[in-house]
């Protein structure tokens, strides 16, 4: 993900960490911004639905091609 300098001085003033733009770019809802930017957001709803489907993962796998990360299958483990 690149960064402007600005976004870059802003996580250090806010103690935002690489994970937690990964979490929000991936697990965040899709929101139009101020100017037509995209906004991307977790709020409590979202957070609950994301605590319940990780609840449902305990136990699950999958195994990626290592060459195109296509599923190759997806299991319970026992």
């Given at each position: ?28 809802e ?41 599923v ?7």
């Amino acid at each position: 993900m690149k960064l402007t300098q600005h976004a870059e001085q802003r996580m250090r003033q806010r103690g935002f960490k690489d994970i937690h733009l990964y979490l929000l770019q991936v697990l965040g809802e899709e929101m139009i911004a101020q100017g037509g930017a995209v906004k991307m957001t977790i709020t409590k709803k979202r957070k609950a639905q994301i605590v319940q489907a990780l609840d449902k993962l305990v136990g699950k796998s999958m195994i990626l091609s290592s060459d195109t990360g296509t599923v190759l299958t997806a299991y319970n483990k026992r």
